[in-house]
C-alpha cells in the first residue's frame, strides 16, 4: 500500500469537529481522500498518553501512515 497521512483524535467532540464538513458519519475509524486527493486513516484513541502512543503505533504498523497528526484541544 501506499504511504499515507494519520490522524489521531482522543475523543468523540474532536471527531465529530472534524468531520463537521463532511458527509462523513463513522464510529471512530476513518479511511478516505482529502481535498487535495491526500489518503488518511482517521482514529479515535481515547484520552491520554498511552492511548495516543498505542493508536501511532497502528497507524504506523498496520496502515502504513508515513505522517501522523493529533488533533484535539487541551
Not at 10 to 26: I, P
Not at 42 to 59: C, E, P, Q, R
Amino acid at each position: 500500500m501506499g504511504k499515507r497521512v494519520g490522524i489521531i483524535v482522543a475523543m468523540r467532540k474532536e471527531w465529530d469537529a472534524l468531520f463537521a464538513d463532511t458527509d462523513f458519519v463513522g464510529c471512530g475509524f476513518a479511511t478516505g481522500r482529502t481535498k487535495h486527493n491526500i489518503p488518511f486513516v482517521a482514529m479515535i484513541s481515547g484520552i491520554g498518553k498511552v492511548n495516543a502512543a498505542v493508536t501511532a503505533y497502528k497507524l504506523w504498523k498496520e496502515h502504513d501512515c508515513n505522517h501522523i497528526l493529533s488533533f484535539g484541544c487541551a
